[in-house]
């Protein structure tokens, strides 16, 4: 007797996929479909040009396409009145008492709250599996910079080491709540910890740097977030691979974008590194130049799809000058890979 097809929701297809490594792997009817990082606005200019309906929100762009649902939640981590740097790049403190006078206006009590309508309206298709839940934290490198900005966020590691684990310190008091009240309203799938620490020549900081400053904050965040069943990501540019053991030292278990203009090897991660869980990879130059180029960057990844715990996806947003014939190739081509041993 022929048995049913297997037909699995979103959510339990995302999980069945990122089981980790010593767990037994179990079949999937296809890999997720998922666009982590949206589209540029540009690039939803032009596909209206060509046709797309206007005015499509995020959701809707997903069904438009074929997506599987997916809805993030990005924490804020600002008083709407906190001040704004006055230019890309630039900070809005240099000294403990800068921090004092900005603290009020910073890691606000109500960042879960301000959520909750959104959190109550994904609630039951969430619950159904229909939609895939995620949510971001600014990070122990990507919050300080924030503040400090970039040039004077590398000098404080050693110009102020105590303002720096001060800060670091409030924020992961802060991050602790927050997850715990984001857990009573929702169990997200998976989640982000927001860094771009790398660069196309790999980390920014020295090991030392990270594990001084980073590495005890993640270590006592991370079992909080898993606590909820959610898998817990590195989202970093660049080429994160010399950084990798230092992550999983941490209790990271993924990593994306996976840039590959960076020169980031997802077979050479895969070998090296079993456990880590993958997402991103797929070169978005790729989809610059046409459909055959989309079937030759599938054929570099399959064999790591093959090996399971990997989600190949654009490795940052999908550029303006994509066609949308080229993206619905993409699409199509995602859905036709056999994750399946």
């Not at 339990?12 to 010593?22: C, D, G, I, Q």
């Not at 909750?116 to 490198?141: C, H, K, M, N, Q």
């Not at 590398?154 to 310190?169: M, S």
């Not at 590195?234 to 941490?250: K, Y």
């Amino acid at each position: 007797m022929q048995r049913d097809a297997l037909v699995l929701s979103s959510r339990e297809r995302l999980r069945r996929l990122l089981l980790p490594a010593t767990a037994p792997r179990l079949p999937l009817d296809r890999l997720p479909v998922l666009e982590w990082a949206s589209w540029w606005d540009q690039t939803i200019r032009c596909w209206e040009a060509e046709g797309l309906p206007p005015g499509l929100d995020s959701l809707e762009l997903m069904a438009h396409f074929g997506l599987d649902p997916l809805q993030q939640f990005w924490l804020a981590h600002r008083h709407p009145d906190c001040p704004r740097p006055r230019r890309h790049g630039a900070g809005i403190l240099k000294t403990r008492a800068d921090y004092e006078h900005l603290r009020p206006l910073l890691l606000p009590a109500d960042a879960v709250d301000r959520i909750g309508d959104s959190l109550a309206a994904v609630r039951p298709s969430w619950e159904a599996g229909e939609t895939i839940v995620w949510y971001t934290l600014e990070g122990f490198f990507w919050w300080p910079r924030e503040l400090f900005g970039i040039e004077d966020h590398f000098f404080a590691f050693y110009d102020e080491p105590d303002l720096y684990h001060r800060i670091c310190e409030d924020l992961l008091d802060w991050q602790l709540r927050m997850v715990r009240e984001l857990g009573r309203h929702i169990q997200a799938d998976f989640m982000t910890i927001a860094e771009d620490l790398s660069y196309n020549h790999g980390p920014m900081l020295s090991e030392a740097l990270y594990m001084e400053f980073l590495h005890p904050y993640y270590l006592r965040l991370i079992p909080e977030i898993k606590r909820f069943g959610t898998r817990v990501f590195i989202d970093s540019d660049g080429d994160i691979t010399r950084a990798v053991p230092w992550f999983l030292a941490s209790g990271i278990e993924g990593i994306l974008p996976l840039e590959r203009q960076a020169g980031v090897d997802v077979a050479e991660l895969r070998r090296r590194w079993p456990e880590l869980l993958l997402l991103g990879a797929f070169d978005k130059m790729a989809l610059l130049r046409g459909p055959d180029a989309v079937d030759r960057e599938f054929a570099r990844l399959a064999p790591v799809v093959r090996q399971g715990r990997f989600l190949p996806g654009v490795d940052h947003q999908t550029p303006p000058g994509v066609s949308m014939a080229t993206y619905r190739h993409y699409v199509a081509g995602l859905r036709a890979l056999n994750p399946n041993l």
